[in-house]
């Protein structure tokens, strides 16, 4: 598939550099003035935990970059690696030169699919998540690239094109993991790390942040408190074994998310990744405050650590 990805940032980098490397035609879509800057290409310090692809992996990627589309170019599939905040828009931008193709919201969710189906027919695009992060240090893309990439359709439907999509990932030796509700599966992995997400913010160093127990431990009941609010929303929980994280004791939870975020290399990764995008945390966490009220479930521990993203955000 002609595949164009928006922008440059961390996800679009790696995955575009993954699918490129896989033999599929990757284009990425800048600012105007800005394709210059990658004449020379990127460099890339991987992570890469791919089955058959070497762990680490220290690349060059000689992106290819444009400042326009037009319908005769044919693209196949759009992937959108935005902030959910930037999503409406990007599709607003690129949809009038789009074409037919398919586009692939590459983005963590909370308000549902409403704002997209008012844009997009249904036919016209799927839902996912990756399975990696990281951040820039000196120029260097310092990330990590997961084994899998989560993926739907918003139905929960197979259709030929999540099957084409998938191929392409399975090209580039990712697996697909296919939800067959991949909204509650958005909402549920964004409320999993929003709850961390704004406690890390109080100092945006692991190591304080790790070494204050009382803040892990109202991060723990914050995300309780999230998962809560999941279910009113409909998700059945019990689905997501991931989920059974925060029904450990919470003293257990805490030796573990200590020695988590202490020993293993991706999350410290991911994390380098979460202290540059506290502006997407903030917005997440807004939206799910709104929800709560429209609820009427009180969230006294996750408003606590919401406070210290707006505080990091002043």
């Known amino acids: 598939m002609?595949?164009?990805?928006?922008?440059?940032?961390?996800?679009?980098?790696?995955?575009?550099?993954?699918?490129?490397?896989?033999?599929?035609?990757?284009?990425?879509?800048?600012?105007?003035?800005?394709?210059?800057?990658?004449?020379?290409?990127?460099?890339?310090?991987?992570?890469?935990?791919?089955?058959?692809?070497?762990?680490?992996?220290?690349?060059?990627?000689?992106?290819?970059?444009?400042?326009?589309?037009?319908?005769?170019?044919?693209?196949?599939?759009?992937?959108?690696?935005?902030?959910?905040?930037?999503?409406?828009?990007?599709?607003?931008?690129?949809?009038?030169?789009?074409?037919?193709?398919?586009?692939?919201?590459f983005a963590s969710n909370w308000e549902g699919a409403e704002f997209i189906d008012r844009l997009l027919p249904r036919e016209r695009y799927l839902m996912g998540y990756p399975d990696g992060g990281g951040t820039r240090r000196q120029g260097v893309f310092w990330t990590n690239l997961g084994a899998e990439v989560h993926l739907g359709e918003v139905d929960g439907k197979t259709t030929l094109k999540l099957e084409k999509v998938k191929a392409l990932f399975i090209q580039a030796d990712m697996k697909p993991d296919v939800q067959d509700n991949i909204l509650h599966w958005l909402w549920l992995h964004n409320a999993m790390s929003i709850g961390i997400w704004a406690g890390f913010a109080k100092y945006r160093d692991v190591q304080l942040f790790l070494k204050d127990r009382p803040l892990l431990a109202q991060c723990y009941r914050a995300s309780k408190e999230l998962q809560e609010l999941c279910r009113l929303r409909g998700v059945d929980i019990k689905k997501y074994p991931e989920a059974a994280t925060f029904r450990l004791p919470e003293w257990l939870f805490i030796i573990l998310f200590r020695r988590l975020w202490t020993h293993n290399e991706s999350m410290q990764r991911f994390t380098a990744h979460g202290a540059d995008s506290l502006q997407e945390a903030k917005a997440n966490f807004d939206e799910m405050i709104k929800t709560a009220n429209q609820q009427g479930f009180d969230m006294p521990n996750m408003k606590a650590v919401g406070l210290y993203l707006s505080n990091a955000l002043q």
Request: net charge neutral; proline share 3%; aromatic share 8%.
């Open 2 to 105: 002609k595949t164009l990805v928006l922008g440059t940032g961390v996800i679009g980098t790696i995955y575009g550099w993954a699918l490129a490397e896989a033999g599929i035609d990757v284009t990425h879509y800048v600012r105007k003035g800005k394709s210059i800057t990658f004449n020379d290409g990127v460099k890339l310090d991987l992570l890469d935990e791919r089955k058959g692809h070497r762990k680490y992996n220290t690349t060059h990627y000689a992106l290819k970059c444009v400042e326009e589309i037009l319908p005769s170019d044919n693209y196949e599939l759009i992937i959108l690696p935005t902030n959910s905040y930037q999503t409406e828009e990007a599709i607003k931008i690129l949809l009038p030169q789009s074409g037919n193709a398919v586009f692939l919201i």
